[in-house]
T-cell receptor, first 115, second 111 residues
Framework: DAGVIQSPRHEVTEMGQEVTLRCKPI?????LFWYRQTMMRGLELLIY????????DSGMPEDRFSAKMPNASFSTLKIQPSEPRDSAVYFC?????????????FGSGTQLSVL | DQQVKQNSPSLSVQEGRISILNCDYT??????FLWYKKYPAEGPTFLIS?????DKNEDGRFTVFLNKSAKHLSLHIVPSQPGDSAVYFC??????????FGKGITLSVRP
């Protein structure tokens, strides 16, 4: 299995621009998570989906952030407009929810720099 | 408000010695705890876990201890190896099964 695939690996953009991060979860997994890693706050859960449906988006910092999961094999996290404080590493993770605690499988992350 | 706290940002140990990574939590509803390991430019990977009904879980060189009364857990690595140098995240889960992570601790194992 190829694991969780994220693209791009690095993104450098200017303040005000739209940024779209992409994720392909592990085939067969039914839960997908978007996390953000910063030095100040560590790994923060932004949003998670179960069976393509958003379950909890309470971690999404502002309306500038939105996430979609149009099908079981693809998800996007969009920031519009982007700001310098959005600079961080964004991780996508997937798991197979079986009613117990989920062991997450993470992608390699997208390093976002907003100038 | 951090519900899972890793108060030491870094730890340096000599190869062959024991590494002890600490983690504290505030939410008494957490009942499952995990440690993830992260190398640079990679995503975190699952390392070891422990249920709240246990106080110890061992897997090779890695042992996790849980002290529920103190709301404290620790990861012991014995013996430490240079390849163990990474960022270690403590995570906790409650009834909703969502994982809450700490900020991570950077472990450096000196040859």
């Amino acid at each position: 299995d190829a694991g969780v695939i994220q693209s791009p690996r690095h993104e450098v953009t200017e303040m005000g621009q739209e940024v779209t991060l992409r994720c392909k979860p592990i085939s067969g997994h039914n839960s997908l998570f978007w996390y953000r890693q910063t030095m100040m706050r560590g790994l923060e859960l932004l949003i998670y989906f179960n069976n393509n449906v958003p379950i909890d988006d309470s971690g999404m910092p502002e309306d500038r952030f939105s996430a979609k999961m149009p099908n079981a094999s693809f998800s996007t996290l969009k920031i519009q407009p982007s700001e310098p404080r959005d600079s961080a590493v964004y991780f996508c993770a997937s798991s197979l929810e079986t009613g117990g605690v989920e062991k997450l499988f993470f992608g390699s992350g997208t390093q976002l720099s907003v100038l | 408000d951090q519900q899972v706290k890793q108060n030491s940002p870094s730890l340096s140990v000599q190869e062959g010695r024991i590494s002890i990574l600490n983690c504290d939590y505030t939410n008494s509803m957490f009942d499952y705890f995990l440690w993830y390991k992260k190398y640079p430019a990679e995503g975190p990977t699952f390392l070891i876990s422990i249920s709240s009904i246990k106080d110890k879980n061992e897997d090779g060189r890695f042992t996790v201890f849980l002290n529920k009364s103190a709301k404290h857990l620790s990861l012991h690595i014995v013996p430490s190896q240079p390849g163990d140098s990474a960022v270690y995240f403590c995570a906790a889960s409650g009834a909703n099964s969502k994982l809450t992570f700490g900020k991570g601790i950077t472990l450096s194992v000196r040859p």
